[in-house]
């Protein structure tokens, strides 16, 4: 059968966030600009960055991912998410193994509502003519550069996103442990954009996410989009393969 | 109705002690019994890099083999991957005529691009240029089949005139085929005048729909080659036992084994937007497939072909009905299956179910090259 995840869930906990209650109410951020940029990852340590509930996909890719909401019910907010890409099973998925916002009250939300592994920082999202690019800066040392080069575009309905398994500290049952809440927002996408994907730095260790290498280029896309964060539907024990560990609330 | 066998070559993990080479073997020995028991076609992948779901990377050789070993069975390319960083197309012109000769003219030669990021990501092929690339092979391989020497300056290869050889035993060349997995490729494969060589598990209806579709458009084909290849194949589990209720928990294995090992590859369309692949195709559909099976005990979705001879004699006239030619089986992933239950298989199938189904005995050399030539005289 295919290879399990082998990271222990406590050790991708660091930022993970606890979620007092997963009883949450879909929220619409309009207008919201997505850049997304793929990559495959160095197979060597694709098991360890994933718990075993997950499957790595064939080949390991990582999604970095910047989005940028200019108005809206949690105001306006830049956001950059790295992500593992994995199976749930049979389901495509992206692990965050960490996020940063840079507005506080979307922050506390995002974390608070859906699981975000997110601390306060300043992704800046840039969108030029010739590329659109995510870059996350710790003091003066560069943590994430990422770019989209040579936009063209492409129909609305060519893009898919996968849905999200945020490793959160969920209490169920008098118990507080970390689970897999599942998030899938819907994208109604309004412009779509494809291009080269190019990631310029990225400090493994600052995205909690050790020995996480980029390695070959996939491609990139930069969207606008009205993006609905649903109602969290599922959760999954992280210790165990997501066909049997997962939960339906 | 026609019944062929269908080879991913899929190998579990760890991959040691020879596993390779046992499943190889195992294969092998099923094309045998499947030649004794009069299946029509033995169809292998061609894929690259996918773990443990498909190790059948070279099924030139792999069919090669099969013919060696085999009378009656046909063996057919399902597909050749006509995308140059895959196969050039003089190669696959070459490889595919040496094996139509050492198999006496039993080739079915299928086409198709490849659906994986996995495996295009892995060859540095663009996804966006496979649909014009395959075009191309479809429309130049049976001129080098059929003129002494050819030559050619496209948009995937050029060459000057040459003489590509040997010939096809089969005259004027092999049936060929279009893998049809997206909707809509039945059409392509119509206004070719190529075969449907489906390979998706969809359901009565949706097949129903696509096979109209075909027959409609194909009676206004260019074809590609010399001549019509008008014939609809799907793909199908195969797990017979005279007990239904152990024929179709044992075959439920097998489906959700392979949907689940299909699942861990990346489709194109998950992280390559393009129109070039507007869905997933195979891989969603065995997503579907995969997810109704593990864990929910014993069931048998539509038209899936397990269970006993009586279950699989109605659910293949339901098939019949919906206009399909062939189906084609696949017989096991992960070797879920013991060997022993797989050729037991294959036997009871051949002895009860097959004989309720007229024209199921394969077409010999001699017919295929009579009916090749009879059509390209314009009979």
Redesign the interface.
Known sequence: ???NGNADPGQLTQYAPTMASLDTEALTLPNVKVLQV?Y?IDDAVMAELIPPAL?P???P?MHVIGLRADDGPLGAFTLAIVRV?C?A????RGLPTRAVCTQGEAATALVERWGFPITVGEPVLRERYDRQSIEVNDGNVTVLSAQLIDPVP??NG???Y?AGMHIANVERDGETKPWLVQVDPEFEVSR?D?GTAQIDAFDSGYWDAPDLRPV?P??A?YTTANITLPRIRYICDPLQPA??GTVAL | MKFGIFYEISVPRPWENDIEHTVYHRCLEQVRVADEVGFHSVWAVEHHFLEEYSHCSAPELFLTACAMQTKQIRVGHGIVVCVPQFNHPIRAAERAAVLDILSDGRLEFGTGRSATWTELGGMDANPDETKETWDEYTRTIPQMWTNERYGYEGRAFRMPTRAVLPKPYQKPHPPMWVAVSSPGTEIDAAERGMGSLGLTFGGFAEQEEKVNRYRSRIQDCEPAGLFVNERVATVNFLYCHPDNETGIETGSRLTGSFGYLAAQLLPVREVHPTRSYPNPGLLAATRQQAAQNPGEGVSAPEGVCIGNPDRLVEEIKKWESCGVDQINFLLNALETIPQEQVLDSLRLFGEEVMPHFADDKPATTSESRELAATVAAGD
């Open positions: 059968m295919p290879i793929i495959e499957h996909t064939i080949p890719t890409g199976r099973a049979v389901r495509p492409i129909g060519d893009l898919l996968t779509a494809r070959y996939i491609v896309s066909i049997t």
